[in-house]
C-alpha cells in the first residue's frame, strides 16, 4: 500500500512508521491519521511482526492536531464525526509499540506518544500540551493518560500553561521511558523493539495487556487478572521452552506456541 504522509518499513521483526508531512511538522490531518491506523491494521495481522516503532523527523514527532484542518470545523462537525475518536487505534494495538520522540510532541503528538507502551525520547524532544493557547483543551486523552502517568501537579501545570517539557525533565516525571543523544535514537528505538519482537509473542502480548489493566481497574481485580494472564502462559509451548532454557543455560529458542 502507498502512503503520502507516513513512511512504513520493517527491520526484522520490527514494523517502523515513520511521520510524513514535513511542512506541518508531522501534524495529525486526517488523512495522516487513516494511513496511520491503516499501517497498524497491517502490522497487527502480519504475524512476522513482533513490535512496532513509531517516529517522526528529527524536528517533529508531531506538532499536534492539523489545526488549520481543524479551524474551520463546527461543533456539530465534531460530534457528527466523534472527532479523535480514530486516533484510539493507537492504543489498541495489542503488539507492543515504542515512540521514538524527537524534537515537538505537542498536543495529539504528546497524546499519540502517551499511548505507546515505552517512549525513548531524543535529549532535543520537547513535550507540551499547548492546547490552552488556542482556546481548547486536549482532545485525545491528554487530561487521562497524562495525568495517569505523571500525576496531577505537572498534568495541571502542562495543561493549563502550556508550557514545554524537555527531555529530562520529561523522563524524570515520567512521561518517557529513557532519554538518549538525538543521534543514537532511532538504533535504541529499533534495538528496543527487536529484543520486544524475539520474546515469545503470547508473553508480550498478555504482558501489555495486564499493565494496561492497571490504568482501567481496582488494584483487586488488576492483581486478580494478572494472575489469570499468568497461569495462561503455561499453556504455552514457549513458557516450557522458556524455563528450560534459563535451567539449561541455554538461549529460548521460542516459536510462538
Ligand atoms: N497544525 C497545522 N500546522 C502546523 C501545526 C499544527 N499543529 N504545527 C505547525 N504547523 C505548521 C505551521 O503552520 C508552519 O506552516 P507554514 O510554514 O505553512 O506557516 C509549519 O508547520 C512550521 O511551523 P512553525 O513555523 O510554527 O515552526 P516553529 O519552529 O516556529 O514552531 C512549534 C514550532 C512550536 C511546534 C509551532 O509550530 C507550534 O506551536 N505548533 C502548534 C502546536 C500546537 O498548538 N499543538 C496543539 C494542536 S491542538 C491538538 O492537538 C488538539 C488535540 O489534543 C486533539
Known amino acids: 500500500m502507498s502512503y503520502e504522509t507516513i513512511i512504513v518499513e520493517t527491520h526484522g521483526a520490527v514494523g517502523l512508521v515513520r511521520l510524513d508531512r514535513p511542512k506541518a511538522l508531522n501534524a495529525l490531518s486526517r488523512q495522516l ?3 496511520l ?15 512496532i516503532v513509531l517516529t517522526g523527523s528529527e524536528k517533529a514527532f508531531a ?24 486516533w484510539e487505534r493507537l492504543a489498541a494495538v495489542r503488539k507492543p509499540v515504542i515512540a521514538a ?9 504528546c497524546e499519540l506518544a502517551l499511548m505507546c507502551d515505552i517512549v525513548i525520547a531524543a535529549d532535543s524532544a520537547k513535550f507540551g500540551q499547548p492546547e490552552v493557547t ?25 495543561v493549563l500553561t502550556g508550557r514545554l517539557v524537555d527531555a529530562a525533565e520529561a523522563e ?12 543514537e535514537l532511532m538504533d535504541t528505538a529499533l534495538a528496543v523493539a527487536a529484543k520486544v519482537a ?19 481497574t481496582p488494584l483487586a481485580e488488576g492483581i486478580r487478572g494478572e494472575r489469570r494472564l499468568f497461569h495462561s502462559l503455561f499453556a504455552t509451548e514457549d513458557a516450557r521452552e522458556g524455563m528450560a532454557a534459563f535451567l539449561e543455560k541455554r538461549a529460548p529458542a521460542f516459536r510462538n506456541r
Open 33 to 35: 491519521v487513516t494511513e
Open 37 to 51: 491506523n491503516a499501517a497498524l491494521d497491517a502490522f497487527e495481522a502480519d504475524a512476522a511482526i513482533g513490535a
Open 63 to 86: 506538532a499536534g492536531a492539523d489545526i488549520r484542518e481543524m479551524q474551520p470545523l463546527s461543533y456539530v462537525d465534531l460530534i457528527e464525526n466523534d472527532f479523535v475518536a480514530a
Open 101 to 109: 520522540v524527537s524534537g515537538f510532541a505537542l498536543g495529539g503528538g
Open 134 to 158: 488556542l482556546g481548547l483543551m486536549p482532545g485525545a486523552g491528554g487530561t487521562q493518560r497524562l495525568a495517569r502517568a505523571v500525576g496531577k501537579a505537572k498534568t495541571m501545570d502542562m
Open 172 to 183: 524524570r516525571i515520567g512521561l518517557v521511558s529513557r532519554v538518549v543523544p538525538a543521534a
Open 198 to 216: 524475539g520474546l515469545a509473542r503470547s508473553s508480550a502480548l498478555l504482558a501489555k495487556e495486564a499493565v494496561n489493566r492497571a490504568f482501567e
